[in-house]
Structures are given as C-alpha cells and as structure tokens.
C-alpha cells in the first residue's frame, strides 16, 4: 500500500495590504520531500501522523513538499500555480499510488483562483483517478466549497478553536482513509450551507457544547465524522459561510438529514456564537476595575492570524494616554524598530518610532523615548505541540506600558512572545494580546479574566464592515437570515 501526502497552506485575507509570494511561503515553511522535521505543524498533521502509522502498520509514504503562509493578501497566481504544479508533479512521479492525504488550511485564494483546495484537489482526483482515496484535514476557517468535497473522499476540519486538536483530528483522518483502502467503510459526505457567518470559540459557549455534541455523535449509527466550518470572516469569496459537514459509512441520507439538523441549532443560537466586543476604553476600565489581574484584552481586529499586518498602534497610544501601569501589548510587527533595539542594547533608553507602517489601517507611528527591556534572537512560541517562530524580538517599555516588537509576524499564541523579551505577565494588570482566539490555549489559564475588545484596526470585529464583491449574498448577518440548504 502505498500513499502520498504534501501540503499548501495560507489563509488568504482579501483585504489585507500586505502581498503573498511564493518567499512569503519559503519564509514562513517550506519543506521539500523528505526534510520535514518529526513534529507536528498545524497543517502538515496528515505528514506527521502518516509518517508513525506507516512504520507501526508498513504502508508505504511518499512525501511531497509541505507549504505555509503566515496569512496575509490573495497569493500571486503564478506563484500559487508553481507551488501547486510542484506537489502535483511529485504526486505523478509517485504513481500508482493508494490514497492521497494533504493537509490543507482551505481558506486560500490567489489573485485568479477563489477556490485554490477545490483546483488542487480536482487536478489529485485526474491524477489518481476516482479508486484511489482522497483525505483531507482543513481548518475551520476555510470555504467548503462544493468542487473540494466531491473532489475527495473523506474531509475532517480542526473542531476546536483554539486550533488544538489539529494532531488527533490528522489521527481521525488518517485512520478513516485506511479503513476505506480496506472496504471497512464506504465514507459518504455531507454539506449543509447555514448562509450565515459567525465566530465559534470554542473556549466558551455555546461552541463548547457544540463541539462535545458533535464529537459524541461519531462513531455510531453510521456516523464517521462531524464537522464545523466556521468559515473565513476576510475572506471575499462566493462560499464565504458557515457550514456543516457530516461524512457518514455509505449513508447519504442520514448524512444529508444530521447536517441540516445541527445547521439548523447554529442558525437558531446566531448571535450568541461569537463574545462580547467591548470598545477600548471599556476594555482597559473593566480591566483595571477587575479585583486582581491580569487581565487579558484580545484584539481581533489587528490578528496577523487572520492577514492583518499586527502593526496597528491605537491600543498602546491609547493606554499610554491614559497613563495606565502594569500594562504590556504584543506582539508589534515591525523589522526595523526590532533591528533599532538590537543596536541599541538592553538597558538604553532612546527615541524610537515604532509600529503604524503597513497600511493605513496600521494608524499613525508612535515616537517615543523607550527603554529596551529584553532582546532575543530567533524566538519561538509554544502552541500545543507545535513551535511557531516569531524572529528576533525586543522589549520596549514607555511608562507603564510594555511592547514586544517582532520581527517574523505572528499573533499572540504562546507567553514566550512576551517573556522571551524580558516582559513579566504575572505582574501585568492589562494584557494586551494582538489575536482573535488562539491566544486562549496559553493565555486563558494565566488570565483573572479575558475580554474582547476593538481596536479599531485594519480587520472590523463587524463583519458587516467588510467591502465584500464576490460573497454570495444574503447572507446573515449581512442581510437577513436566508433559508439554509445542502451542497453536497
Ligand atoms: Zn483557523
């Protein structure tokens, strides 16, 4: 038995100012056949997991090049096609091959192609031709579109958001793919189209129910997989949209009726899916209100998880303008105050202009005379089991405020991104995190208590507020609530 896997991976912002390239891929990683290391990067989990079941249960793995994005803009097209003519390429070379498992976020768009996993995913399918298995992990946050479902076998998405479960979601995959090369099972998708959008965090409810219910749900009656596509709030495609997959042993029709069942609970619960954004100044009087810290204020709106450029200076001026103490805010993307502080050295106080460079949206730099309180070289932040790089970083503090400025941009997902530069959080009363919610995995346990804030950056907390042109409309809560329908 013999099965091939690679990877292609970014989330592409469509209205994000700063480009994708095929270096924007290389810079962030990039692993040609065979070098990839033996842990688990959240979109090369299928990789990862292969890899072990291979050697416990002697299939054969073929290894294809692995690509990911920070996300940021649309990836240019004839970078994307490159990339995606590699795997295909490897994949040709590899024939005859069993199965086919790549690990793909499924929330990329490039300057021509809206549905980039759905064009992958077709050319595998010509490849392999319509025997071989096609298993697929993709993120929450991605466009289920109906061309990437009936170009592959079986699809499982991450079900937890904070993404934490990527490694035993790539487990499920992997283990359903090689009971169908055996004809245990006869996977049969499902698709329900809720024509809505909303955030699901799972670190709350009610999306912590709904991921325990869709998770009791597998594995009886039939049921293989349940699934929730959360859908890409920036990205402007015609399936931008919540969605619900249920993959079930050859039984469509009970497949078709669980996904509209339980589309039907995320229509009925919208509204209460996604928390509370307080305004800044609310945030920062809740915060200092609480009777002991430290609190921690996310700011969805600058995420370089979700494209934007993390540069956007409003939270800081507006919490050095209010004279607060024992407040740190990171992380800022900014290569040059980072090479500045570097030069500078630990300990010197100096004139710095920092942040507010990317785009408009980035608002205005702030000037000021910093103390540099910590540097490192190459730093690393923990999320789950995975490392994520965030480049040479400095600490700055200007009164009562600390900044970590980095160099590689990133959000906020392990502590290391604030400790690695000499910034306490136990004794913080305002922690400032730049991400939408996979700052919690890490966070939330340290946190009296998190909050959701608007910083008014480049991404609006209300999807309302985006300019889209090519989402299929209505779509609530752009337009009223729709009737819901199947896809697949
Ligand atoms: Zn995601």
């Not at 010509?126 to 479902?149: F, M, N, S």
């Not at 001026?317 to 090479?339: F, I, K, M, N």
């Not at 590689?408 to 136990?426: C, K, M």
Request: charged share 25%.
């Amino acid at each position: 038995m013999r099965i091939f896997t690679a990877s292609l991976a970014t989330e592409s912002n469509s209205f994000s100012p700063i480009p994708t390239s095929r270096k924007s891929f290389e810079d962030t990683m990039y692993f040609p056949p065979g070098t990839h290391p033996d842990r688990a990067t959240h979109c090369t989990a299928p990789l990862y997991v292969a890899r072990r079941r291979a050697r416990q249960e002697g299939f054969e793995l073929v290894e294809g090049s692995c690509f990911w994005a920070e996300p940021a803009g649309l990836t240019r097209q004839a970078d994307y096609e490159d990339m995606r003519d590699e795997i295909l390429r490897q994949l040709e070379a590899a024939m005859p091959v069993d199965a086919v498992l790549l690990g793909l976020h499924g929330a990329m768009a490039a300057t021509e192609t809206d549905d980039c996993e759905g064009d992958i995913l077709e050319r595998v399918r010509a490849i392999v031709g319509p025997k071989a298995v096609i298993g697929v992990e993709h993120d929450p946050h991605c466009h289920l579109t109906q061309k990437r479902v009936r170009n592959c076998d079986v699809m499982i998405l991450y079900k937890e958001y904070p993404h934490t479960d990527f490694v035993e979601r790539a487990e499920e995959l992997v283990t359903l793919v090689l009971k169908t090369l055996k004809a245990e099972i006869k996977p049969v998708m499902s698709v329900f189209d809720c024509r809505m959008y909303e955030r699901f965090p799972t670190s709350r409810e009610p999306a912590r129910s709904f991921v325990d219910k869709m998770t009791s749900l597998e594995g009886r009656d039939g049921v293989l997989s349940v699934s929730l596509c959360h859908g890409y709030s920036q990205g402007d495609v015609p399936d931008r949209g919540t969605r619900m997959l249920v993959v079930t042993d050859n039984a469509k029709a009970k497949g078709d009726a669980l996904a509209r069942a339980l589309g039907e609970e995320v229509r009925e619960k919208r509204g209460q899916w996604s928390p509370p954004f307080l305004s800044l100044d609310e945030a920062i009087d809740e915060a200092y209100a609480a009777e002991r810290g430290p609190v921690v204020v996310a700011d969805p709106s600058d995420n370089a998880g979700g494209g934007a450029a993390s540069d956007n200076t409003n939270v800081i001026r507006r919490l050095v303008e209010r004279g607060c103490v024992d407040a740190c805010v990171g992380p800022v993307w900014d290569p040059v105050a980072v090479a500045f502080c570097h030069a500078a050295g630990l300990g010197t106080t100096f004139q710095l202009r920092f942040g507010g460079k990317a785009a408009a949206t980035s608002g205005d730099p702030i000037d000021a005379e910093v103390t540099v309180i910590g540097l490192c070289r190459n730093g690393e932040q923990s999320f789950g089991t995975a490392k994520k790089s965030f480049g040479d970083a400095a600490g700055i503090r200007i009164g009562g405020v600390e900044v970590s400025l980095i160099a590689s941009r990133t959000q906020a997902l392990g502590t290391e991104i604030f400790s690695a530069v000499g910034i306490d959080l136990a004794s913080k009363r305002y922690i400032g995190v730049k991400s939408t919610n996979h700052f919690y995995a890490a966070f939330g346990p340290i946190a009296s208590k998190v909050l959701y804030c608007d910083g008014k950056g480049p991404s609006p907390v209300d999807p309302r507020d985006y300019p889209f042109r090519k989402m299929r409309r209505p779509l609530w809560p752009n337009d009223e609530l729709p009737q819901g329908e199947m896809v697949v």
